[in-house]
């Protein structure tokens, strides 16, 4: 982070990009918010489709890269320590229990930082990002909840100059962070803390639309989802009623271009940037999942530690055949009868893949999927975007030719 510099740096004499132009990762933005920002000066070095390099990122922020023969660490990314946990009072409307929201509350109370950088929602539409610099707890429990679409979090950087902000908690999704990282030093603050939210299969405003539309029987009225551990996605409606489909009764022939294109490139899913990730798919049903990667990492947990009805990590099962049968069934776009669906579900859940190993299920059926969505998409980047943690995890598993 800089101490005024005597000549000007690149971000001093940068303009963000108009919202209407083609951003320079073209098809593969994900719309992160650096180019809405002066530190799109740095959008070659820094944008997670144009120059990826965990390595760099894992020993900046982390002081090593993950140890690609250690089966958490190449799954999970460097770590400290792996927990299971949940709020001992949930927040209503978060999420899952609201660790997230809660950690940034603290922050801001504690005088960590003075601001935490998260998404509310537009007024006008549930699901519409609005990112911002957060100064007050009621400003960060307005963010609460998933928004499932692109979000540039990363335009808020521009309000810094002159915010008086000088230490900040940035609660973020993996592209988001990468950038945040790379540019992290040219920021105008003493102190920066990342709060990393696992992230697979984001979609823009329409694609969020078709999806609801296809997999719901009631679209408009949806103001949450998740896929869950059981292996249904649980739609909770404005009337408080949950609804809930099995994940092997979606129209995958009409959901296979509904996912952004960066994110069918995308292979951070567990966020490998941040101090402290907090998602699901590691606990078990009802709890989260978190990983802390590094001290700063500890310093958040310490925040709602007291908070917090704990458990260590589990495993069960074996993902391994489950993975590669639907590598075989996405490939041909099968669609299964809703009863069959429902049978498959119902035994899945029973003997399926448990805590880490359903993370594990997780990860696999993406990282495979969309290594043979860039092969074919996209064969001049494969080389270099498909990181070594991935590869080793894909090669794993027997990929349709072509
Ligand atoms: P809350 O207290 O409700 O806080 C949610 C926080 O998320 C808020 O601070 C808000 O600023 C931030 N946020 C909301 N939308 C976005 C967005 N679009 N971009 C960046 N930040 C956002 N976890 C898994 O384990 N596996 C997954 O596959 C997975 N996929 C996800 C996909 C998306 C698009 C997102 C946004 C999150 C995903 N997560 C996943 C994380 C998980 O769903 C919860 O967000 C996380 O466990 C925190 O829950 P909480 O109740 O503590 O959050
Ligand atoms: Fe710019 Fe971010 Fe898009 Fe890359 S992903 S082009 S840095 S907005
Ligand atoms: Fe970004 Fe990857 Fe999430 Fe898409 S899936 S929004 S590219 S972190």
């Given amino acids: 982070m800089t101490s005024s510099p005597a000549s000007p740096l690149p971000h001093d004499q940068a303009r963000p990009i108009p919202r209407d132009r083609i951003r320079p990762a073209k ?69 899952w229990t609201g660790i997230v929201s809660r950690l940034g509350v603290r922050a801001l109370e504690t005088g960590l930082v003075d601001a935490v950088l998260c998404v509310q929602q537009s007024p006008d539409d549930r699901f519409t990002p609005m990112p911002v610099l957060a100064r007050t707890p009621e400003e960060v429990l307005a963010a609460r909840v998933n928004k499932p679409t692109l979000s540039n979090n990363l335009s808020v950087l521009e309000q810094l100059p002159g915010s008086g902000i000088k230490r900040l908690l940035a609660i973020g999704v993996g592209c988001q962070v990468q950038a945040l990282r790379a540019v992290q030093d040219t920021l105008p603050l003493e102190a920066l ?40 996605i649980h739609f909770r409606h404005s009337d408080g009623r949950v609804e809930t489909v099995p994940f092997f009764g979606l129209d995958t022939p009409a959901l296979k271009d509904v996912f952004a294109p960066s994110c069918l490139s995308c292979f951070d899913y567990v966020n490998a940037g941040a101090d402290l990730v907090v998602g699901y798919m590691g606990a078990e049903f009802g709890r989260q999942w978190l990983v802390v990667r590094n001290s700063r990492g500890e310093d ?22 489950a993975v590669q049968q639907g590598i075989d069934a996405y490939d041909k776009a099968l669609r299964l009868p809703m009863w069959l669906a429902e ?11 448990k805590g880490l190993e359903y993370g594990r299920f997780s990860i696999d059926s993406h990282f495979t999927r969309n290594a043979l969505w860039l092969r074919r998409h996209h064969p001049e980047v494969v080389e270099r975007h498909l990181p070594a943690f991935a590869r080793r995890i894909v090669e794993r598993y027997r990929l349709p030719a072509r």
């Fill in 193 to 232: 803390y990342v709060l990393g939210l696992p992230c697979v299969d984001n979609v823009s405003r329409e694609g969020l639309q078709t999806f609801l539309e296809s997999a719901s029987a009631t679209p408009d009225t949806v103001v949450h989802y998740e896929f869950m551990q059981d292996f249904r």
């Fill in 343 to 353: 049978v498959v579900g119902w035994i899945v859940q029973r003997v399926g893949p």
């Fill in 300 to 321: 958040l947990l310490k925040l709602v530690e007291a908070e917090l009805d704990q458990a260590p990590v589990m495993s069960r099962g074996d993902r391994r055949q």
């Fill in 27 to 95: 098809d593969l933005c994900s719309d992160c918010g650096l180019c809405d920002s002066r530190w799109v000066a740095y959008v070659r070095q820094a944008c997670a489709f144009l120059h990826q390099d965990f390595d760099g990122m894992e020993r900046k922020a982390h002081g090593r890269a993950r140890d690609l023969d250690q089966e958490d660490e190449l799954y999970f990314g460097v770590q400290q320590r792996m927990l299971t946990a949940r709020l001992q009072t949930p927040i209503a409307g978060a999420q």
